[in-house]
């Protein structure tokens, strides 16, 4: 099974995910290390260069063949949700998990990251809160399970998505 993360920027994708994968013994994947792998440069440098149509296209390509694996954890940018395609094959290939974060949460992780494109305005927390409104119902539409992310570790959350996939059966029980 494939167990897809999503969220806004600065949710804790990347790094749940690579906790979850190690938790549960499984191959972790970031599609936007996919992506640049596949580009031979940044995200941001491909941005800027060919603008986000045609990163989209790539990353939608991209989301396909990282659905497709058998197993594993898939971190995913936070706007792979924008294309209903990419929203289908995280949906029907595996479980997804949004990681749900407030914008002004996300805003005081974030205030100092210069490497995401889509924050380098100059109001970041307005930016943050117009992608919350667009990609929160797109988040939710996608989702099989939504976490708050709050305040909690790292280790925290990753326990609270192991325990929801048990008591869906997404897991193996473990013996007592």
Known sequence: MIFSLIGLPGSGKSTVG?????RLQLPC???DHAIEARLGCS?????????EESFRDVEESVIDELTLNQE???STGGGSVLRP???KHLR???KVIYLKSSP???FRRLRHDVNRPLLQVADPLTRLRDLYAIRDPLYRETAHYVLE????SVATLVNMIVMQLELAGALPRKEQ
């Open 29 to 31: 994947v970031d599609s």
């Open 104 to 106: 002004d949460e996300l």
């Open 92 to 94: 029907e290939r595996g």
């Open 18 to 22: 690579r906790q979850l994968a190690r």
């Open 72 to 74: 594993g954890v898939l």
């Open 43 to 51: 995200i941001r440098e491909y941005f800027e260069r060919e603008g």
């Open 85 to 87: 395609a990419n929203r």
């Open 149 to 152: 992310t709050g305040r909690p």
